[in-house]
């Protein structure tokens, strides 16, 4: 094995099936692949022979959105 390679996805299907082409050929050059998404897509991913490991997306995006409106409210007191 070269090396581990993790792929994050966000849970929509188009962009996670348009990575396995590139996942495959890099599977096959001796890297291991690994998707980080929802539990959701755990099935699609390991049909496809990769590795798969839950990636709770809903904290990440509640951060971002508490992020966001720091932004806005910072921006709003000026």
Do not use: C, W
């Not at 792929?7 to 929509?12: D, G, R, S, V």
């Not at 990636?55 to 932004?71: A, G, H, P, R, V």
């Amino acid at each position: 094995m070269k090396g581990v390679i993790i792929i994050l996805m966000f849970p929509e299907r188009g962009a996670l099936n348009a990575s396995f082409q590139l996942s495959k050929q890099l599977q096959n050059r001796g890297h291991k692949l690994l998707y980080l998404s929802t539990l959701s897509y755990a099935s699609h991913i390991k049909k496809q022979g990769f590795d798969f490991y839950e990636f709770d997306l809903n904290t990440f995006y509640d951060k971002l959105l508490s992020e966001q409106q720091k932004i806005k409210d910072s921006k709003e007191n000026i």
